[in-house]
């Protein structure tokens, strides 16, 4: 007799025995999905499952892809991610339209995004499309993130690597993940968390134990999948780190919300509030901006550092480069942009040992047809690489590591590719389009900062037989992990000294003083997308010239014609200090807008005699203000001057112009108000003078809504809620203007057909 238990066991297995069945059927099937295309690495004729080709692939990818290649630049290839068509970076223009791709089913074959525990990358509701907003507000604020970032880093490297004048060995890898994850998490989830060793041990555990994990799943059939990670100890090991992590974030989650921060940003903070009380996984929030930039960060300092040592010449003009930028420029964001060579040598580190060579990876919605004729199929697992990076036509000496390359390219044709966060066809290092890495800004800046500290305040060197080599495993290639090198802290040059105690001392007005006058913001630092609409912002920006420029003359018009002044005395002497400050103390490095700034400040002079002509006429009824007038101009110039300088040293000049254009433009717009009112006439008032300003302005707004969207490293701030409210207050205090105006027109027009009568 069978029991009721035993059928129970039996219907199990047979279950899944019909399951394996139909994996082996549906295997087989796929097998065939690269039919028409060359192929590398297929499973063997008696290999049942794709698990040994997955480890062939683990073991010696860049042989596969290199045979691959030798056939054809599009080929089938099993990975140890799956089959999958790799296509060469030569066709990345074919792939541009995104309509035509699955981002999010690539990302769930890929990284099993919809598995417990492996969410981090994907799915969620909040914590999913909150993720750009935070890294966009990263990448906004990084000119007051420079100064934090610097100091943690000299704590940082103070702990690791000690500030022992001798030699003292480290490991390297371990040392810059602890680096990375330290300084990445000032920002991400602020102090003291950032700090804790627990928790910089589980983002840097998270990222290693969810790689394993992921390859593990990736030799299971895919059928057995949901079942088998409960079991399988890389998976159930993420599990225990992510536990981990949710008990550390919910505990600063906690204090956050009793004690909000109010002197310094943080994505914890930020997202929390962005939140508004809405259910969201903060831990998984943090775990995903962990997994995207701590070690990928880390591997790259790693090996710029390697190649260092075996370029040792390269350190001395790059310490020579840091010096004087920053003595020159001081800690900013801008001033990073300006460290052209050490921009070069991380930009060729990436090109020569990328993190990954597989940058592109899609699932095709319908049919593409490549520029070369050959058509991908709909449904085809996609892996665009970066193979064009090692292309001798595009790099001569692919294979050699040429610190200068790019720094000689800014000076040739193609300048507007050099940039170490530019992405473009022949660098895939970011990847591309739309799905470019929106957090290489940060990287960027993160890392430049660490290697300023480095060649400043240490020597370095490899341990004498020390293994260093470059390893693979897949896609992915990486200095040997055991690689050791020897630090000490280098007794510095005397010029070096007063800079050395700048940028190791925290002090909580540094930045303040750090932010150099160094005139307005350099194009020559700008991306490119901005340089490729530069041209657009200064058609904006001389729209902007005229439309005022044609407002202060209707001023010194209707000011002669009425006998009276058109601008208010202190908004006058604010905008003539404004643009004496930013046309002669510090002019812009854009030729418009000097001649522009100039133009307005030689007008307003002109506006300025009409007010010391005219003005004692209007201030009849006060005589104190009229007895005084002589000396509210000079003084009111010289502390609108002094204001603007100080604001200058406070937010550094490029900041301080716009703000101050902001100042100045409020005063105006409401002083005029307030002259209609007091006045209750039109005298010195028209509607050319209220028109030109308007269109002035706001044609304005083009010119900074331009450089806020091309070049947010260094505008990104436009898109404050304290510009927001000043763009408000301003159309609001036009609107008015032109009302009053018209008001008293309409009332005068009246008493004159009386007066007729």
């Given amino acids: 007799m069978i029991r009721v238990e035993d059928a129970s066991i039996g219907t199990v297995w047979v279950t899944c025995l019909l399951a394996v069945g139909l994996y082996f059927i549906r295997s087989r099937l796929l097998s065939d999905q690269f039919a028409g295309f060359p192929s590398v690495n297929s499973r063997k004729p008696w290999e049942v499952l794709n698990v040994f080709a997955h480890r062939r692939f683990q073991q010696n990818g860049p042989e596969y892809l290199k045979a691959g290649f030798a056939k054809s630049p599009v080929f089938g290839v099993v990975t140890d991610l799956g089959p999958k068509l790799v296509v060469s970076g030569a066709f990345i223009e074919d792939f541009k339209d995104e309509k035509l791709l699955d981002h999010y089913r690539a990302m769930v074959e890929d990284f099993m995004a919809e598995v417990p525990g492996f969410e981090s990358m994907f799915l969620g509701n909040l914590h999913n499309t909150v993720l750009r907003d935070v890294i966009s507000v990263i990448t906004r604020e990084l000119d007051q993130f420079t100064l934090p970032l610097s100091d943690e880093v000299s704590t940082a490297l103070g702990d690791t690597w000690s500030d022992s004048p001798d030699w003292t060995e480290v490991t390297l890898l371990p040392s810059m993940l602890g680096l990375i994850a330290r300084v990445s998490s000032l920002i991400f989830v602020g102090e003291p968390l950032c700090r804790d060793p627990a928790w910089l041990e589980t983002v840097v555990n998270f990222t290693i134990v969810r790689h394993q994990a992921i390859l593990a799943l990736h030799m299971c059939p895919a059928v057995l999948r949901p079942v088998l990670h409960w079991f399988l100890p890389p998976c159930q090991k993420l599990r225990r780190e992510i536990k981990t992590a949710r008990s550390l974030i919910n505990s600063a989650l906690e204090e956050l919300r009793k004690n909000p921060p109010t002197d310094r940003f943080s994505s914890l903070a930020w997202v929390d509030a962005f939140a508004s009380g809405k259910k969201y996984d903060a831990t998984m929030v943090q775990l995903r901006l962990a997994n995207a930039s701590i070690h990928s960060s880390a591997d790259l300092l790693a090996k710029v550092l390697i190649n260092l040592c075996e370029q040792p010449g390269l350190i001395q003009d790059l310490r020579d480069e840091v010096i004087s930028v920053l003595e020159e420029n001081g800690w900013r964001a801008s001033t990073l942009n300006q460290l052209k060579l050490l921009d070069s040598v991380l930009k060729e580190s990436q090109r020569l040992h990328p993190i990954t060579t597989g940058t592109f990876s899609r699932f095709t919605r319908q049919n593409i047809k490549l520029t070369n004729g050959t058509e991908i199929p709909t449904g085809t697992p996609v892996m665009v690489t970066n193979d064009v990076a090692g292309d001798a036509a595009i790099y001569p000496d692919p294979e050699v590591f040429d610190g200068y390359r790019y720094l000689r390219m800014r000076e040739g044709a193609d300048k507007a590719r050099a940039p170490f966060t530019t992405t473009g066809q022949n660098h895939l290092g970011f990847g591309y389009g739309k799905y470019a890495c929106p957090g290489r800004f940060f990287a960027a800046t993160e890392i430049k900062i660490a290697l300023c500290h480095m060649l400043l305040k240490y020597e370095w060197r490899l341990v004498k037989d020390s293994p260093h080599d470059m390893l693979t495993s897949g896609f992915a290639s990486f200095r040997d992990p055991r690689a050791r090198i020897e630090v000490r802290r280098r007794a510095p040059d005397p010029q070096e000294v007063n800079l050395l105690h700048f940028i190791s001392i925290p002090h909580p007005f540094k930045d303040k003083t750090a932010a150099a006058m160094d005139g307005w913001s350099d194009l020559s630092s700008a991306p490119p997308q901005y340089r490729e609409v530069a041209g657009i912002a200064d058609w904006a920006l001389l729209a902007q010239g005229l439309g005022w420029s044609i407002n202060y003359l209707a001023m010194i018009y209707h000011s002669y014609k009425d006998r009276t002044y058109g601008m208010a005395i202190l908004p006058l002497c604010c905008n003539f200090a404004w643009e004496f400050v930013y ?103 028209s509607y050319t003078i209220w028109l030109s300003r308007f269109l002035g302005s706001y044609i304005g707004g083009i010119f900074l809504h331009v450089r806020e969207t091309h070049w947010p490293q260094e505008f990104g701030w436009i898109s404050h809620p304290f510009v927001t409210w000043h763009g408000l207050m301003c159309f609001s205090l036009d609107i008015a203007y032109v009302t009053f105006l018209w008001r008293i027109r309409r009332q005068e027009h009246r008493s004159q057909r009386k007066k007729a009568l």
């Fill in 583 to 685: 046309s002669v103390i510090y002019p812009s490095h854009n030729s418009a807008e000097r001649a522009v700034l100039t133009t307005w400040m030689i007008l307003n002079l002109f506006v300025m005699y009409t007010a010391i002509k005219f003005a004692p006429n209007e201030w009849q009824h006060a005589p104190l203000v009229r007895q005084c007038l002589p000396w509210i101009f000079p003084v009111a110039i010289a502390a609108f001057t002094a204001g603007h300088l100080a604001l200058a040293a406070t937010v550094g000049v490029s900041k301080a112009a716009n703000w101050g254009a902001f100042l100045c433009f409020e005063l105006l717009t409401s002083g005029a108000v307030c002259q209609l009112m007091s006045r209750g006439s039109s005298r010195g008032a």
